[in-house]
């Protein structure tokens, strides 16, 4: 669950400008997980590994922009906080990995470059930011499709105090068995799409350049949706992913005979010079399953909330250019708040006591919800929770436990009273 994984989030994410640096001075915890096996340099480092980086296409020295630091951390730390989420490694392990395959490939990287454009460490430059966001997804996917197990053993720290030597805790973790091993790698994609998207909107949802709001499952035209989409791009490129863009409907906005708000359409996103210029291209080659198209994953997820199935996507790259097109039909879905019960012993609900489960679609406190909940916060604003339980307290039931859970979208929030 969400709140048994808080230490080991917070010694990943605590450890992430010391790891930003190939070469830092990183300890490693031992660690027992049931998992994939754990990379080893001779694995990395072996004649197909060296032939497989000498075959990639050569990183395009252009003009790029600097990233917004926290910007650029929205993008990192996304992809890792949904990993963490999906139950499949051990993040002890997971760091390891990370750590060891960015150092293998800085070399190669480094010698293509030359010296001077990539800055060591330095999330805000993008030649960096190239190596390292193609680095992480090359460590996610090695999780994500080696058989990853549902039950694994996981050691994590625990800080003692200024000066002490941190504590190992040993934890079975168990993931959610509806999340099968095939369901991963698009179950990531889908969340760190929406995870951005709410960074995003938290961010700018006050502001001149909020993106334009979309009434949930409306199916809204062509024209209306791409316009919230240009905007959502170019909060992209105010950040400084990329130099430029175009979004533009292809082919008159439908893909079929008929208006785009009645069948669908295709979104064509061009990108000059993005961030994740030589990454993208390569992971796009290597393992197309699970990349690092942000924009892309961002786009599907505001799809998704707007009532739009994905049907297809694709992304082209052509010199400094990063085409992604995306197809999007209708798809019937209503929006739902659904709350249940059931009773936490044999007989009925009043006689011992009960769970209530509240879920809740898109609610006005997603993503800053989420965020305190990572954040271990005892002050939450999971205001339905908190009305809930009074009208317990007031009914005579004693509140025994409380949970809270993200998925995409939804917010589930599960009370057990007695």
Known sequence: GAHSHQTRRDHVLGTLRTVAAVGASVTFTPFSAFAADPITTKEIDNVGSMLQRAGRPKPLKVPRRDLNLKFAVLLMRSSYIVLDELDCVAMDQFQRDFFLIRQAEFGNYLNLLGPGLVKQGDLTNPYYFDLISFAQHVAIHREVTQDPPMVFIEEQPVEQGEGKPPRVNTVVVKRDPSITNDKLVPEHGRRVGSLILD?????????????????????????????AVKQMVNLFLINGFAFGANVSVVGGGSTKSGTANSDG??????????????????????????????????????ARRAGYKVEASSMKSVGKMQQTVLTLARENRSMECGVSYRSTKS?????????????????????????????RSSLDNDYVRKVTEEMARRAGYAVKSSSIKHDGKTQRTIVTLA
Not at 208 to 218: L, R, T, V
Not at 279 to 291: A, T
């Open 265 to 302: 359409f295709q979104i064509s996103i061009e990108l000059d010079s993005p961030a994740t210029l030589w990454g993208g291209r390569v992971l796009q080659h290597e393992q197309p399953d699970l990349d690092n198209n942000y924009v892309r994953k961002v786009t599907e997820e505001m």
């Open 347 to 375: 007989g009925s609900a009043n006689s011992d006591g009960f769970q209530i489960s509240i879920e809740l679609d898109s609610p006005a406190t997603l993503w800053g919800g989420r965020v305190l909940q990572y954040q």
């Open 199 to 227: 960074g995003l909107e938290e961010t700018f949802g006050d502001s001149a350049a909020a993106i334009p709001k979309i009434e949930p499952n409306s199916r809204p035209s062509a024209d209306v949706f791409v316009g």
